[in-house]
T-cell receptor, first 114, second 113 residues
Framework: KAGVTQTPRYLIKTRGQQVTLSCSPISGHRSVSWYQQTPGQGLQFLFEYFSETQRNKGNFPGRFSGRQFSNSRSEMNVSTLELGDSALYLC?????????????FGQGTRLTVV | DQQVKQNSPSLSVQEGRISILNCDYT??????FLWYKKYPAEGPTFLISISSIKDKNEDGRFTVFLNKSAKHLSLHIVPSQPGDSAVYFCAASLQTGANNLFFGTGTRLTVIP
């Protein structure tokens, strides 16, 4: 069974640009969550989608948005990039719609904003 | 507001000895806890979890202990191996909520051969 796939693995963007990251969950998983990891901050929850609906959102500005398609694949978009958006962005998929289940992570997309 | 805390940023242990990684949380509504292991440039890998109705869960060399009254959990690795060297994250979730994991800031474990 293939794991969670994130593309691209690495990305360099300029301040002010926008970026779209992609995540394909494990087959059969309908829940997809996004996290941002920066040095010293651990993993910060961005948002979670289940059956194409955003169910929960973390404390991030509106420049961060996402969506989920009918095949459960998800995209995350960041507009008007800032230097502080440089981070590892991780996607995770889960098999169940609620908590008390483990999430499986992709390898992440390393975004560098210059 | 960091609801899950790992106060030790790093830990060094001799090969063969026990590694104990600690985690504290503030939200008494958390009812499911997980440990993840992460290597550089890779995503976190699930290690072990525990429900709040239990106080111990064991899987091979890994054991997680939960003390609800103290809002504290710990991960024991015994015996420690050099391949265990990685960053370990503690995470918590709400059973009735969406799949939103609250992570600690991680502890870097170094196992010395």
């Amino acid at each position: 069974k293939a794991g969670v796939t994130q593309t691209p693995r690495y990305l360099i963007k300029t301040r002010g640009q926008q970026v779209t990251l992609s995540c394909s969950p494990i087959s059969g998983h309908r829940s997809v969550s996004w996290y941002q990891q920066t040095p010293g901050q651990g993993l910060q929850f961005l948002f979670e989608y289940f059956s194409e609906t955003q169910r929960n959102k973390g404390n991030f500005p509106g420049r961060f948005s996402g969506r989920q398609f009918s095949n459960s694949r998800s995209e995350m978009n960041v507009s008007t990039l800032e230097l502080g958006d440089s981070a590892l962005y991780l996607c995770a998929s889960s098999s169940r719609p609620q908590g008390n289940t483990e999430a499986f992570f992709g390898q992440g997309t390393r975004l560098t904003v210059v | 507001d960091q609801q899950v805390k790992q106060n030790s940023p790093s830990l060094s242990v001799q090969e063969g000895r026990i590694s104990i990684l600690n985690c504290d949380y503030t939200n008494s509504m958390f009812d499911y806890f997980l440990w993840y292991k992460k290597y550089p440039a890779e995503g976190p890998t699930f290690l072990i979890s525990i429900s709040s109705i239990k106080d111990k869960n064991e899987d091979g060399r890994f054991t997680v202990f939960l003390n609800k009254s103290a809002k504290h959990l710990s991960l024991h690795i015994v015996p420690s191996q050099p391949g265990d060297s990685a960053v370990y994250f503690c995470a918590a979730s709400l059973q009735t909520g969406a799949n939103n994991l609250f992570f600690g800031t991680g502890t870097r474990l170094t196992v010395i051969p």
